[in-house]
């Protein structure tokens, strides 16, 4: 499992500004139930100062963390000011997220974006605009591109922690490998260093693996139509069968499956692999 900082606990077991404003200036909403991560930001605005914010979100406890952080680091700024802040400076209020888990900060600033956008009357915020790279989660190459720059990315690892983009089906990566190397030059491509594998029974991690399924992975699958079944764990590999919508689509198994293995990484253990039964 991944170390949080004290401050991501806090406002994951003490959420700020939940809810939603009934008259809201702003509206933001940004993520896809079917990856398990979503947040809708609303403002309140006086002469262009924010002077209310809150939020819902549907997604793990970073995404709650980076949200609740996000409306506080808001409330009080101008617009020109609250378009400036960056996922970085949402992390960096949360003294630092795991690697995995960057993505959630990015979804944070992807709804703030989205709604000074609404705010300002455009159609779409800059995070919806350019070409589809990354189909399985929707993420653009305008995204992809701003992230790389503003957070110093150089793998395909990383852009998937920091936007999920490459975290399904993968046939995007030579794409993302493409726009690296466009950014960066690929020599300064890296790869990320091996982290400690944390040692973990088997009857350890057989009963958290349900327990995980059970409370917080199929509340999110089931309210979007979708299920999975546990049907037996091999070693650090996870067997289970696809139900409800997702059966019929290749695209939305995969979209279930990676939302089911991330869950697992994060609340059992990192090395844990999903697979379909047969």
Not at 103 to 115: D, I, P, R, T
């Amino acid at each position: 499992m991944w170390d949080y900082s004290e401050k991501v606990k806090d406002h994951f077991f003490h959420p700020r500004n939940v809810g939603e404003i009934q008259d809201a200036d702003a509206v933001g909403d940004v993520g896809n139930l079917a990856c398990g991560d979503a947040i809708r930001l609303t403002l309140k605005l006086d002469n262009d100062r924010i002077v209310d914010a809150k939020f819902k979100t549907f997604g793990c406890g970073s995404a709650i963390a980076a949200a609740s952080a996000l409306t506080e680091m808001v409330k009080g700024k101008t617009v020109e000011e609250a378009e400036k802040l960056t996922n970085q400076d949402i992390a960096d209020y949360l003294d630092g997220l795991p690697d995995e888990k960057m993505h959630c900060s990015v979804m944070g600033q992807e709804a703030l974006e989205a709604a000074i956008a609404n705010y300002r009357g455009y159609e779409k915020a800059p995070s919806e605009e350019g070409t589809i790279i990354c189909k399985c989660f929707d993420v653009t190459d305008k995204v992809i591109e701003r992230v790389i720059r503003e957070n110093n990315l150089g793998s395909i690892e990383q852009v998937t922690n920091y936007t999920k983009a490459g975290g399904g089906c993968k046939s995007c990566h030579p794409d993302i490998q493409q726009i690296i190397n466009d950014i960066r030059g690929p020599a300064v491509a890296v790869a990320p260093e091996p982290k400690p594998v944390k040692k973990m029974s088997n009857i350890k991690k057989m009963q958290l693996v349900q327990e995980t399924i059970e409370k917080e992975i199929r509340p999110v699958l089931t309210s979007g139509g979708d299920d999975v079944e546990l049907e037996d764990i091999d070693g650090d590999t996870v067997y289970v069968s696809f139900q409800g919508n997702c059966i019929h689509n290749a695209t939305s198994k995969e979209k279930v499956r990676h939302t089911v293995e991330a869950k697992l990484r994060e609340l059992v253990t990192e090395d844990l692999v999903v697979e379909e039964a047969t």
